[in-house]
């Protein structure tokens, strides 16, 4: 069997029929053949390969075999066109026609990342101090940010070694351009990842399952259903520490959990980070209202904490569940609350009130409020204080390839 890896996509029993070439330009045709689900599911896949808000540069990775007899090199391209076409009644094959353009040093590109970011606004400086941080796969070669000399945690994810690199003064990273070189089969290691209905998503099109979706970067996971999001760490071996969380509004001395959301919104999705968007009615938990509970969920490569935000035109004290009664064995401290025999903290919480309850407890805002921000997730090898200082850091990131 012959294998064309494009991006996340796995083509498999491809037949190439034909290959023209043209400067940068390699165009391929030829036959996607597997199961009625599998083919519509690659077919997704490859036309999310156009989108110009997701990966605008895909790893190509060729399993040599019949296409070694082809000049197809494995390296790292743009997706410039694709072409699908099915017949009637045979949907367990279809016609493929892609265009790809290489980088510029395709077989080993220059990277770079421009990443911004400052303290988060709902985690107070005098709480905590945020530390920017950046994380490639550790098989980056060359890494460099211009001026510092960062250090660097190396961290075991499902899919592969990671590299985070923070500096001692923790704000290099709000302002840098950090480069590296790296293989096009070491791309997806650590990644953020989504996929919905069980299927990996390529792009942001997918289908409106908000009771089916799953983020996870390889360190934690994030399984969405009816109103809970359950969440899990890699022990290096399998996921464990399955516990559930919730996003709820106080009243008095109750809660009522969001129920299962009606919509869902891919916000972004690439590799080095992935944002959804769920959408609630406010009227399941309240009663002749008219308003949308907005939640997003964020993960980034690298990170062991969850960015979980609330918006909504509704001002209640909005809050959150937690799968932990934190007791004895909890710390309060850099504007967290962490459970050292379960390594599961909470953060932005300072500025919260904690009711415990049966089976765990319930932080909620003191005052009614439209917006509000938390970290759900796991400490790892981080301990509490990088942890929350890592989280502290509200950053943003794009990856480029530039010239050398």
């Given at each position: 069997m012959c294998d064309l890896k494009?991006?996340?996509?796995?083509?498999?029993?491809?037949?190439?029929?034909?290959?023209?070439?043209?400067?940068?330009?390699?165009?391929?045709?030829?036959?996607?053949?597997?199961?009625?689900?599998?083919?519509?599911?690659?077919?997704?896949?490859?036309?999310?390969?156009?989108?110009?808000?997701?990966?605008?540069?895909?790893?190509?990775?060729?399993?040599?075999?019949?296409l070694a007899h082809l000049p197809i090199v494995s390296g790292f391209y743009r997706v410039t066109q694709v072409?699908?076409?099915?017949?009637?009644?045979k949907y367990d094959r279809a016609e493929v026609g892609i265009s790809l353009k290489r980088v510029q040093g395709y077989a080993a590109p220059l990277f770079e990342a421009v990443v911004i970011?400052?303290?988060?606004?709902t985690s107070p400086a005098g709480q905590v101090v945020a530390r920017a941080w950046h994380a490639v796969p550790a098989a980056a070669a060359?890494?460099?940010?211009?001026?510092?000399?960062?250090?660097?945690?190396?961290?075991?994810?499902?899919?592969?070694?990671?590299?985070?690199?923070t500096t001692p003064t923790g704000t290099h990273f709000f302002d840098?351009?950090?480069?590296?070189?790296?293989?096009?089969?070491?791309w997806y290691a650590g990644a953020a990842t989504l996929r919905v209905g069980g299927r990996t998503v390529v792009g942001r099109q997918v289908q409106n399952l908000p009771g089916d979706w799953q983020i996870d970067n390889g360190l934690i996971r994030a399984t969405g259903g009816p109103g809970a999001v359950t969440l899990q760490r890699w022990d290096g071996a399998s996921w464990v520490g399955a516990a559930q969380w919730h996003v709820a509004r106080g009243r008095g001395?109750?809660?009522?959990?969001?129920?299962?959301?009606?919509?869902l919104t891919v916000i972004r999705n690439d590799p080095a980070g992935v944002t959804i968007r769920c959408a609630h009615d406010a009227a399941a938990i309240i009663p002749g209202s008219r308003f949308v509970v907005h939640v997003d969920y964020s993960l980034r490569r690298g990170s062991t904490v969850m960015d979980v935000r609330l918006a909504t035109r509704g001002a209640y004290q909005w809050g959150f569940l937690a799968p932990v009664a934190w007791g004895a064995g909890s710390t309060l401290a850099y504007d967290s609350r962490m459970d050292a025999s379960l390594q599961t903290i909470a953060c932005g919480v300072s500025a919260l009130s904690q009711f415990d309850r049966v089976g765990g407890s319930y932080f909620a805002s003191l005052t009614d409020v439209q917006a509000a921000a938390w970290g759900w997730g796991f400490a790892h090898a981080h301990g509490q204080q990088l942890t929350a200082e890592f989280y502290a850091a509200d950053q943003e990131e794009r990856v480029l390839v530039v010239a050398r």
């Open positions: 494009i991006g996340r996509g796995q083509l498999a029993d491809v037949t190439v029929r034909s290959m023209t070439a043209r400067a940068d330009q390699t165009d391929i045709s030829g036959k996607l053949a597997g199961t009625p689900d599998e083919v519509v599911h690659a077919l997704q896949q490859l036309r999310a390969l156009e989108d110009p808000a997701g990966e605008t540069v895909v790893p190509v990775v060729v399993t040599p075999c019949a072409d699908l076409s099915m017949v009637a009644l970011g400052g303290q988060r606004a060359g890494y460099e940010t211009g001026t510092q000399t960062p250090t660097n945690y190396v961290l075991q994810s499902a899919s592969g070694p990671i590299s985070v690199f840098s351009r950090p480069q590296w070189f790296l293989p096009p089969d070491a001395g109750g809660v009522d959990p969001l129920t299962a959301p009606h919509t």
